[in-house]
């Protein structure tokens, strides 16, 4: 037996009798294979967990993205032997801390994790082997650890559950380890922080993500904790990030940096950081500069400096325990003077912006509305069933989604980018239907009126993963899906056609369905009369024309020049409103200043 394989693969797979030994053979070969020196084994594996997370937007819940995991370290600068992770989930943030401080000289690294997934820790145990990393990787409950049990770090890193609820027990909830006070049952975000900072050594920092309630609840126990850990001075900082920036939730995510208690503590550093980076249709992002901007202000603070003032409030500890311990940036920002030179100077660049962006917009238009021009009246001459060219799915009920807390989970099998999956378990039986996973390219079509509903599943009862249908009041509207919504789950009312073979395409069906052929097909099979249905059968047995391949090129034309138009409009429509919000600056700034 090897001991640092102990763990690491699934049962079945770890004792080398349930395996045909052909078969591990073969394993073993081609995964020799496919990694050499120029494509390091690490780099495969990192990328597998990475496409398997953009197939499976659940799956967020236990990884740190990149760019706040790089965030952390930077807050928690500073040179070390030891990282404590009490949520490491699949071991990326324990991982990326041990690649940094080795990159700054640190020699004898001790790595500590903990978590109560089975999976994902067998995921970071492949990691640190992988990268012949030692790391300390135990499937426990850290929040039942007893606290003298616990670890102690230079570095905590610690991105768990958001408002986590019910996440114990009586015994747990009034256990003496609560310093600051014992947590509400309703969220764990100040029980993980206690815990933080039980773990740290001496002079160590933690760096904890957050729900933003925990730094702004100002009933009950929570303001009572907070102010108990200001008062003690444990709060360096807390770092507002913008939404979005986890696939899997809209919610913000506030850092703190946390210190042991600390006399003589005074100030605390607020930085609002939901202005920076870059956002996207389903994701925010941010780059190395939006970083180390936010990592650089807090080491200007730790050397008695205020930098940055654009985005950093500097606040007295007694001044945020008046105003209730609420540690939310926004609330204390000063406000500001209007310099009316520079709001006209801006007016007058965007009107010079909005004038040329204007003309281009036009064009662009004009482009779209020409180009059929001079085109032929040839259509198909030949059409088939949809179910000919095309694998056609059903969405889920509802509560199949919630099984396993929230993670989409079948009993049959499921359908994704790389075929059909094996069978897993759930909480609550065999599903009676497959769970799809949307890819890109796929066709979504409502089959029934759900004004308001989401095409795809829900992470948690309540959130919505990507909306995308403001109404659906009627049956045959559709969709594209694109890279947003990859791995995606359909919900029940939906129905998803992908094409097979190469007849027809994604873009080919999506603009069928936009067409007077789709919409007429519809209403001739649609039953009901309040609530019209789409059913499956019908909607396999509607004919489709089969294009030419020149007719499928123009198709991808067509939607490509649509987009363009589309993202300008919006463009203009955004700039018409910032204008607006110039315009309405200048004339408050001027009447106030004529009273």
């Not at 084994?41 to 995991?69: C, Q």
């Not at 409030?313 to 003077?337: C, F, H, M, T, W």
């Not at 509903?453 to 045959?476: C, M, N, W, Y």
């Not at 129905?495 to 052929?517: C, F, K, N």
């Amino acid at each position: 037996l090897n001991p640092t394989l102990e763990g690491l693969l699934a049962d079945g797979l770890s004792v080398a009798d349930f395996l045909p030994s052909a078969l591990l053979v073969s394993l073993i070969e081609n995964f020799e294979a496919s990694t050499d020196e120029a494509t390091p084994r690490i780099s495969l594996f990192n990328t597998v967990i990475s496409r398997a997370r953009k197939l499976d937007h659940f799956r967020g819940e236990h990884s740190t993205p990149p760019d706040i995991a790089e965030l952390m370290i930077q807050l928690a600068s500073q040179n070390g032997e030891s990282v404590c992770d009490l949520a490491c989930g699949e071991g990326g943030l324990l991982s990326s801390a041990s690649l940094s401080l080795q990159s700054r000289g640190s020699k004898s690294i001790q790595l500590v994790g903990y978590d109560i997934d089975e999976g994902a820790l067998r995921i970071a145990r492949s990691r640190f082997f992988l990268q012949n990393v030692a790391a300390d990787i135990r499937l426990s409950a850290s929040l039942r650890v007893p606290h003298q049990e616990l670890p102690q770090a230079d570095i905590v890193l610690l991105d768990p559950p958001l408002g986590l609820k019910s996440w114990g027990d009586a015994d747990i909830y009034l256990d003496e380890r609560w310093r600051f006070g014992a947590p509400p049952r309703t969220n764990a975000d100040l029980a993980w922080m206690q815990l933080a900072i039980q773990c740290l050594a001496k002079n160590g920092v933690a760096v904890v993500g957050a729900s933003p309630r925990t730094a702004s609840n100002q009933n009950g126990r929570e303001a009572e904790i907070r102010r108990a850990m200001l008062e003690e001075g444990v709060i360096k900082a807390v770092i507002q990030l913008p939404s979005r920036m986890r696939a899997e939730t809209s919610i913000p995510v506030y850092l703190w940096v946390l210190q042991p208690p600390r006399l003589g503590a005074d100030r605390v550093m607020l930085i609002d950081a939901s202005t920076l980076g870059t956002a996207s249709r389903s994701q925010h992002t941010f780059d190395s500069a939006d970083i180390s901007r936010i990592a650089q202000a807090l080491q200007g603070f730790e050397a008695g400096k205020v930098e940055d003032e654009e985005i950093v409030q500097i606040v007295g500890i007694r001044e945020i325990i008046e105003n209730d311990a609420v540690l939310e940036p926004k609330r204390y920002r000063p406000i500001s003077e209007v310099d009316i030179e520079d709001v006209h100077r801006r007016t007058e660049e965007l009107r010079a912006k909005l004038s040329d962006a204007a003309g281009d917009t036009v064009g662009v238009v004009e482009q779209v509305l020409v180009s059929r021009k001079g085109k032929g009246d040839a259509t198909s001459t030949s059409t088939c069933s949809l179910e000919e060219v095309a694998e056609i799915h059903l969405g889920t009920r509802g509560a199949e989604l919630d099984a396993d807390e929230g993670t989409p989970m079948i009993g049959d099998r499921g359908v994704s980018a790389d075929g059909v999956s094996q069978p897993r378990n759930t909480k609550r039986g065999a599903a009676s239907r497959q769970v799809v996973h949307i890819q890109e390219k796929d066709v979504v079509v409502a089959l029934r009126g759900y004004a308001g509903k989401s095409p795809f599943g829900t992470r948690q009862e309540g959130e919505q993963l990507l909306k995308v249908f403001q109404s659906s009041d009627d049956a045959g509207i559709s969709i594209l899906a694109t890279g947003d919504h990859e791995g995606a789950v359909l919900h029940r009312g939906y129905a998803l056609i992908r094409p097979i073979g190469d007849e027809v395409t994604g873009t080919w069906i999506y603009l069928w369905t936009q067409s007077s052929q789709f919409s007429d097909q519809v209403s001739r099979t649609t039953t009901g009369v309040t609530m019209p249905i789409l059913k499956s059968r019908a909607l396999r047995e509607l004919a489709i024309p089969i294009p030419t391949a020149e007719q499928l090129a123009e198709a991808e034309q067509l939607l490509g020049r649509f987009d363009d138009a589309l993202e300008r409009v919006a463009e203009l429509q955004s700039d018409l409103t910032n204008l607006r919000a110039l315009d309405v600056e200048l004339l408050i700034a001027h009447d106030a200043g004529t009273e």
